[in-house]
Each structure stands twice: as structure tokens, then as C-alpha cells.
């Protein structure tokens, strides 16, 4: 008889937590500047992160999106500076289930009780900004928000497709035909 009360709260903590690894990408950038200006790029710093193999991928992922709109990877006097950042958190959910009682809902029949069952899942947070070098002002930002896995390839995988998804939105050159 007890089987029937948890299949349904396990669906819910299923059902929530496939949620957690869904990313949300936000991209804002200065309307006003001109982004066909911009040819070269360079790093400004190494990629904040707790993992030093997760900032190597991300400068890989951002190098390959720009190299893709057009623009040069440089080592000194670029057009843009490129700095970025990735966070983790541990987020809590909470998902209760409801048990009726013996008859018809709450009260009808007899007691009814609820019970909460509390998961966290890893949640992280993804920010790449680029800044006019001459004018030292950040004209373009995306940050992706979503879960994090406990593997490390699929982290590496994740934040290459958050990343991707980042520049689709890039309001700059189109990919050069050589």
C-alpha cells in the first residue's frame, strides 16, 4: 500500500529536477555601437572558475564563436577585450505530496498528511562580456543560467552549447568565405 504514495512523489522529483539542467541564455548588448568595427579580439584575463580545465574550455568555446562571426584572436592591440566567468551554486527544490486521507480530499473520511521532500541539484552561471578596447566599455554580454552536472564532460559539453547559443545572437560580422 505504500508504493502507491511514493511512485507519485517520485515523478514530481523527476519531473522538477529535469528542469534543473535546462539553460536559460540572455544576451544584451549597446544598439548604438557599430559591431562591423570590431576584427580582432584578445583575452583579457583568464576566465573566472573553480576549475582551471572548465576556464581553458571556455576560452576555447568563446575563441571558436568569434573566429566563426569573423573576428582575429590577437595578442596585443585588439579591438575587443573578452573576460568571462562561470559560478556554481547548490540550489534547493522542494516538492511536496499531498496524501487526501481515507475518503474525499482533506477532512472527508479522515487525516490527511503531507510530506516535503528537499533536493538540491547544481546550478551555474555562465557570463562571457566583451569590451570596446579604445573606449573601455562593455558592448556585449551573455550569461547562461542553468544546471550543472557532477561530470566533467558533460559540463564541458554543456557550457560549449550555452556558449554557442550566447553568439547566435551576436550582432556582428558574418562568417568570412575564404
Request: net charge neutral; hydrophobic share 40%.
Amino acid at each position: 500500500m505504500r508504493v502507491p504514495l511514493i511512485l507519485p512523489a517520485f515523478v514530481c522529483i523527476l519531473f522538477a529536477s529535469s528542469f534543473a539542467f535546462a539553460h536559460d541564455v540572455h544576451v544584451d548588448y549597446d544598439h548604438k555601437v557599430n559591431f562591423s568595427k570590431y576584427k580582432t579580439f584578445m583575452w583579457a584575463g583568464k576566465p573566472e572558475t573553480a576549475d582551471p580545465l572548465t576556464a581553458d574550455r571556455i576560452v576555447d568555446s568563446v575563441n571558436a564563436q568569434l573566429t566563426a562571426k569573423g573576428l582575429q584572436l590577437v595578442s596585443s592591440g585588439a579591438d575587443l577585450y573578452v573576460s568571462a566567468s562561470m559560478s556554481v551554486q547548490q540550489v534547493p527544490v522542494y516538492n511536496t505530496y499531498y496524501d487526501g486521507g481515507w475518503g474525499w480530499g482533506w477532512g472527508w473520511g479522515g487525516p490527511g498528511w503531507a510530506t516535503t521532500y528537499v533536493d538540491t541539484y547544481a546550478e551555474g552561471k555562465t557570463t562571457v562580456n566583451l569590451t570596446d578596447a579604445a573606449s573601455e566599455r562593455t558592448v556585449w554580454q551573455g550569461t547562461a543560467t542553468g544546471g550543472v552536472s557532477h561530470k566533467p564532460a558533460k559540463v564541458a559539453k554543456k557550457n560549449s552549447k550555452v556558449i554557442a547559443d550566447m553568439f547566435e545572437k551576436y550582432p556582428g560580422l558574418v562568417p568570412r568565405t575564404s
